[in-house]
């Protein structure tokens, strides 16, 4: 047994330690340990190190080490990357593992998969690696797949699992029970609700496993029925999708087609991943991040996807320069202006992303509507009116304490009231407007509030300047 063995089995006897929010962390000296392994060439080093680990964690392995790191690592150790591997891998680095991994590995891999898992797994993929996965599968599997891929890109066709238990509505407990053991092997590993169609293959119901093994056999399905039920359109978009499971508590939901037949099924599992998929590209997005970038992008494909919003951003400091520009005289006869100013755009811009925020997540939940908007505007206005007034008083003071001037505090302590009062109905106003003309708000909010609240705040500040001390 090697010393990085003993090392494994030394920290599995000795328990979990570090602090609690690292609880589910990869040990900091495992991807040491994993390159000295590969270094040295040690399958059964590697082995030690991997097989007790998640799927999800040697993913993350994977995603962690260096290009040529994993390619030696895949090759000393190919057999274990499963298909619950690949189905933690995303972009580039998926593509990348997949053609590094030997055709009966893969094989096996994919077929392990549920459908739905491996219409995931190749519909990025390039169409040559595509058509190479698709081969490895039998034909129902196959033909289970391409009709998954033949629905739009981001709807629920393309996220839900072909295996579905179904009865006729007319069944009973027992005769649910009976079916079931009888054609164990064709279900799938994991399901929550046994659905009820009629005779032409349309839901009307479900019913959980729970409720099914508690109530006699001679019990109707239909009375089993759950109140949750509700049918999800093959052709509705994912982030749909996602928000009926987190707003009305679903564990699953059955898919059907343009005719209301059943098609599939989608689970929590799958739903969460949208969900947790369009809460990062949010994040990203507000920042001017594609929400598709990843870590292991290349730097030629990052520049790209930031270069645009970059070169937004150029466009509309130029713009805050214009106005600054103008106040040039005001700026060379009274230089605290020049000092001053940053403060006024800066707590603009800051109470403007708060805003911003706010409301860029309030649209993607559908809490934010026509009926509550005006609300929520009058909200934010009172917020940046009592935040004004607030810093305009601090600001007052500091400025009368730093350069004696008592009329230079005033200026700034109303500037700050404006940017402040403008920053928050920007923040509201400009991602519902660009919601309305169905532009990503995530996506291009960020540089239009800055905008406003650069521009504002440099014209109030200034403006009043000239008014009041010149």
Request: charged share 25%; glycine share 6%; no cysteine.
């Amino acid at each position: 047994m090697s010393d990085i063995e003993d090392d494994v089995l030394d920290e599995a006897a000795g328990g979990q330690s570090g602090e609690a929010r690292d609880s589910y962390a990869l040990d900091d000296t495992l991807l040491g340990k994993l390159r000295t392994a590969v270094d040295i060439g040690d399958p059964a080093a590697i082995d030690a190190l991997i097989t007790p680990l998640h799927p999800a964690d040697i993913a993350d392995l994977l995603e962690q080490v260096s290009p040529p790191v994993r390619e030696a690592w895949l090759k000393l150790w190919p057999s274990n990357i499963d298909g619950a591997v690949l189905s933690e891998l995303y972009g580039d680095l998926r593509e990348e593992v997949i053609g590094l991994l030997p055709d009966a590995v893969l094989t096996d891999a994919v077929r392990d998969l549920d459908s739905d898992d491996v219409v995931d797994l190749v519909e990025d993929l390039e169409d040559d690696q595509q058509e190479a996965i698709l081969d490895f599968l039998h034909p129902t599997e196959r033909a289970a797949v391409e009709q998954a891929l033949s629905y739009p890109e981001d709807s629920a066709g393309r996220l839900m699992q072909r295996e579905v238990v179904a009865a006729p509505e007319h069944w009973t407990v027992g005769e649910a029970i009976d079916y079931m053991r009888a054609h164990k092997r064709e279900l799938p590993e994991q399901f929550y609700h046994l659905i009820l169609t009629d005779p032409r293959m349309k839901p009307t119901g479900y019913v959980t496993l729970g409720r099914i093994m508690s109530s006699a056999r001679k019990t109707p399905l239909t009375d089993l029925v759950e109140d949750s039920f509700r049918a999800i359109p093959a052709t509705q978009h994912e982030d749909e999708v996602a928000y009926a499971f987190n707003q009305y508590h679903l564990i699953s939901a059955p898919v059907v087609d343009d005719d209301g037949r059943l098609v599939g099924i989608i689970t929590i599992d799958d739903a969460m991943i949208v969900l947790d998929e369009a809460n990062e590209e949010d994040i990203l997005r507000l920042a001017g991040v594609d929400g598709e970038s990843s870590l292991n992008d290349r730097v030629i494909d990052t520049t790209k996807r930031r270069f645009p919003w970059l070169f937004v951003n150029l466009i509309t400091a130029i713009l805050a320069s214009l106005v600054i520009s103008q106040f040039e005289e005001a700026i060379a006869q009274i230089v605290a202006l020049a000092v001053l100013m940053p403060i006024v755009a800066s707590m603009g811009g800051n109470a403007g992303t708060q805003s911003l925020t706010v409301a860029v997540r309030a649209l993607a939940t559908k809490d934010l509507t026509r009926s509550n908007l005006m609300r929520v505007v009058m909200r934010e206005a009172g917020v940046g009116l009592i935040n004004g007034a607030v810093f305009a008083v601090v600001m007052g003071v500091i400025g009368l304490a730093w350069f004696g001037s008592a009329m230079l505090g005033v200026v700034i302590a109303v500037a700050m009231v404006i940017n402040l009062l403008v920053a928050g109905l920007a923040g509201i106003l400009v991602p519902v407007v660009l919601d309305r003309l169905k532009v990503d708000p995530a996506l291009a909010s960020g540089a239009f509030v800055t905008t406003v609240t650069d521009v504002v705040g440099f014209f109030a500040f200034l403006g009043l300047a000239v008014l009041l001390l010149l």
